[in-house]
């Protein structure tokens, strides 16, 4: 079993990028193929980032938490809705807390927004984030045009275009997470 981490990055009321969270939480679940933690950055209340956990005297539980979640992963999946063309700044703030926790990880980046781009801008962003973290980001992307139409609150898809792309994701991943994270195992060269 694969060790899947999704770190979900929003904390608006009344988000609807939860559903694309939990569309992506159950795909992985019901490959059989992985095992899912899931993150949820709004249950952490976390502060603007004044300083990385790497560098804290007494860092809080809430942070060690999410290291050890992240550190354990054998992949990753970045969830967020697209804000001002971007992602989530809650997303930000959460990524920029870690450093080493995304070394050599490979993540998949899930985007959605309520109308019809499916936070692609959000998307190209995260590829460049993953990138700074010394990390692999998955060239496919799953996006999620018009969040409260394509999927319902449980994250079932409302369409076969939807349904079709969930599955596209969660097989390409499956194969990348087993490639990278079977490279890592090796060690380094
Ligand atoms: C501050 C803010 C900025 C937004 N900017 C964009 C945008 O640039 N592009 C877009 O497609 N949707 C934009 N949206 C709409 C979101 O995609 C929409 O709220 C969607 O439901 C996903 O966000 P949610 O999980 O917070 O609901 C924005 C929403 C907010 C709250």
Redesign the pocket.
Known sequence: MLKITILYG?I?E?????RAARAIEKALKESGKAEVSFIDIKTYHLPVMESRLFEMKNPPDSLLEISSLLSGADGIVLVS??????Y?GAMKNAVDYFTKEWSHKPIGIVA????K???I??SNMMQLLVLAINAFPMPYKLLVPE??NALDEEGNPQNEIMAKNIKRFVSEYLWFVEAISNQVKKGSS
């Open positions: 929003a608006r009344g988000r609807l990028s939860i809705p697209e804000y001002n063309n971007g989530s959605g927004s309520n109308g781009m499916g936070g801008n959000a969040l409260q």
